[in-house]
């Protein structure tokens, strides 16, 4: 009886932690695959003009133009401190030994001992600071120029190599499109020869033709890669390579009319801008040159304690007072050393002024140059969309001719390449459009 009692509350326990499991919700185990496992990064979407401010901060040598610039202010900031008075706090003790009485053995000194707390201010007036500090407003305005010229020329680094990625997208996806024509050309025309409606001799080439195709989305992939490397570098500090672009190849700025054009080149030329800098910095250098042969005047002020005892007054005696000093410096003899400067100042204008008519001429060449180029690729566009329009029509048209016997493969193959370049040409148009309205606005700024 008693066996029979503990067998029946084994089995009510067995039961009551059997429906207790059930009532419990699964326990979840991390494989080791999820273990510590990276949380994934969200693609990045990138138009133009998220590409260019990435560029700008990423940039060493747009970056190095900034630097530039900012020591050109700091060095402007500092000539104008030049112009004006400058104020100090001086400390001194001097020793002087003495022979038992008031008096000092050595007569270097006013006492045995002196002391000095004083206020300086002083001011230097000379023809050479005022030049100096036109000199530095010539050369930031240089800086900001270069700066400028910098900018630009990384929008054509970028804009370049933000619509070679898009390009070479869009010749992945035209020569994967004509591999897969290719491999349907080569599987009907497998099917004619079963039928005896086509020799062999067509599904050799076929079979040609595709691999050609095979190969050439092969190097169209190499090609995309390389250029979203190239893309990654320019954009990301740690080369980011996760992004895809805003494709706004169809959406090219319209291209002013050239007397707009020339009108902006004239105003927003920063290449003309930082050329007269360099002249007027260098006007500015030969004149603190020439600074050198004028006389310098200083004017010094101080008030404080220059006394026997370092105290405000002294038996009575107030030790506090003033004094003031004038002095006229006269270049007399320097071994020809100021004339060498002035003849350095004045190559270095002379080599300026050679250098601003260069980019005077320079600058009317590639206005024109780039204007031609620009106008040109947009009048390509419409040809090479009707192109791209007609080649897919003809491959259409010749593929049906072939089913029907009226045409030999050497055309399908004909129009297949057709097609494949002209969706080529005309995306290479578009990015050769853009390229060149940036290559303008390096004259005449944004448009």
């Given at each position: 009886?008693?066996?029979?009692?503990?067998?029946?509350?084994?089995?009510?326990?067995?039961?009551?932690?059997?429906?207790?499991?059930?009532?419990?919700?699964?326990?979840?185990?991390?494989?080791?695959?999820?273990?510590?496992?990276?949380?994934?990064?969200?693609?990045?979407?990138?138009?133009?003009?998220?590409?260019?401010?990435?560029?700008?901060?990423?940039?060493?040598?747009?970056?190095?133009?900034?630097?530039?610039?900012?020591?050109?202010?700091?060095?402007?900031?500092?000539?104008?401190?030049?112009?004006?008075?400058?104020?100090?706090?001086?400390?001194?003790?001097?020793?002087?030994?003495?022979?038992?009485?008031?008096?000092?053995?050595?007569?270097?000194?006013?006492?045995?001992?002196?002391?000095?707390?004083?206020?300086?201010?002083?001011?230097?007036?000379?023809?050479?600071?005022?030049?100096?500090?036109?000199?530095?407003?010539?050369?930031?305005?240089?800086?900001?120029?270069?700066?400028?010229?910098?900018?630009?020329?990384?929008?054509?680094?970028?804009?370049?190599?933000?619509?070679?990625?898009?390009?070479?997208?869009?010749?992945?996806?035209?020569?994967?499109?004509?591999?897969?024509?290719?491999?349907?050309?080569?599987?009907?025309?497998?099917?004619?020869?079963?039928?005896?409606?086509?020799?062999?001799?067509?599904?050799?080439?076929?079979?040609?033709?595709?691999?050609?195709?095979?190969?050439?989305?092969?190097?169209?992939?190499?090609?995309?890669?390389?250029?979203?490397?190239?893309?990654?570098?320019?954009?990301?500090?740690?080369?980011?390579?996760?992004?895809?672009?805003?494709?706004?190849?169809?959406?090219?700025?319209?291209?002013?009319?050239?007397?707009?054009?020339?009108?902006?080149?004239?105003?927003?030329?920063?290449?003309?801008?930082?050329?007269?800098?360099?002249?007027?910095?260098?006007?500015?250098?030969?004149?603190?040159?020439?600074?050198?042969?004028?006389?310098?005047?200083?004017?010094?002020?101080?008030?404080?304690?220059?006394?026997?005892?370092?105290?405000?007054?002294?038996?009575g005696i107030r030790n506090l007072g003033y004094s003031a000093a004038a002095t006229l410096n006269i270049p007399v003899?320097?071994?020809?050393?100021?004339?060498?400067?002035?003849?350095?100042?004045?190559?270095?204008?002379?080599?300026?002024?050679?250098?601003?008519?260069?980019?005077?001429?320079?600058?009317?060449?590639?206005?024109?140059?780039?204007?031609?180029?620009?106008?040109?690729?947009?009048?390509?566009?419409?040809?090479?969309?009707?192109?791209?329009?007609?080649?897919?029509?003809?491959?259409?048209?010749?593929?049906?001719?072939?089913?029907?016997?009226?045409?030999?493969?050497?055309?399908?193959?004909?129009?297949?390449?057709?097609?494949?370049?002209?969706?080529?040409?005309?995306?290479?148009?578009?990015?050769?459009?853009?390229?060149?309205?940036?290559?303008?606005?390096?004259?005449?700024?944004?448009?």
């Amino acid at each position: 009886m008693r066996q029979k009692i503990v067998a029946l509350i084994a089995c009510l326990l067995l039961a009551a932690v059997a429906s207790r499991a059930q009532a419990l919700p699964p326990a979840q185990t991390a494989s080791p695959s999820t273990i510590n496992a990276p949380a994934p990064v969200a693609t990045v979407s990138l138009t133009l003009a998220d590409a260019l401010a990435r560029a700008k901060a990423n940039s060493p040598q747009f970056q190095a133009a900034l630097t530039q610039l900012g020591m050109a202010r700091e060095d402007r900031v500092q000539a104008r401190a030049a112009l004006l008075p400058g104020v100090d706090y001086d400390n001194g003790f001097l020793y002087t030994e003495g022979n038992g009485t008031p008096a000092t053995r050595f007569i270097a000194n006013n006492g045995v001992h002196e002391y000095i707390s004083r206020g300086a201010v002083q001011q230097v007036v000379g023809l050479g600071q005022f030049a100096d500090y036109r000199r530095t407003a010539a050369a930031q305005a240089l800086a900001r120029a270069k700066a400028e010229i910098a900018a630009r020329g990384l929008i054509v680094t970028v804009v370049r190599a933000f619509y070679g990625v898009l390009v070479t997208q869009g010749k992945t996806q035209s020569t994967q499109a004509a591999a897969d024509e290719a491999q349907r050309f080569l599987d009907n025309s497998r099917k004619l020869e079963q039928g005896g409606e086509v020799a062999h001799s067509d599904v050799i080439k076929a079979q040609i033709q595709a691999n050609d195709q095979q190969r050439a989305f092969q190097d169209a992939k190499l090609s995309e890669q390389n250029a979203r490397l190239n893309l990654a570098v320019l954009l990301f500090p740690n080369f980011f390579q996760d992004f895809s672009l805003v494709d706004d190849l169809a959406a090219a700025p319209v291209l002013p009319p050239i007397a707009e054009v020339q009108q902006m080149a004239q105003k927003n030329n920063p290449e003309l801008s930082a050329a007269f800098s360099a002249l007027e910095a260098a006007n500015h250098e030969v004149m603190v040159a020439r600074a050198g042969h004028l006389p310098t005047l200083v004017l010094d002020y101080f008030y404080g304690i220059d006394a026997n005892h370092f105290a405000a007054s002294t038996d009575g005696i107030r030790n506090l007072g003033y004094s003031a000093a004038a002095t006229l410096n006269i270049p007399v003899w320097h071994w020809g050393a100021i004339e060498s400067r002035v003849k350095q100042a004045e190559l270095q204008r002379h080599q300026a002024q050679v250098e601003l008519s260069a980019a005077q001429r320079q600058a009317i060449a590639d206005l024109q140059s780039f204007y031609a180029e620009a106008e040109t690729a947009r009048a390509q566009l419409d040809t090479l969309r009707n192109s791209a329009e007609l080649a897919a029509d003809s491959l259409r048209l010749t593929n049906l001719r072939y089913q029907a016997g009226e045409a030999i493969a050497l055309e399908v193959v004909d129009a297949q390449n057709t097609l494949t370049q002209a969706r080529n040409n005309y995306r290479d148009g578009e990015a050769r459009y853009h390229v060149a309205i940036a290559n303008l606005q390096t004259l005449t700024g944004a448009f």
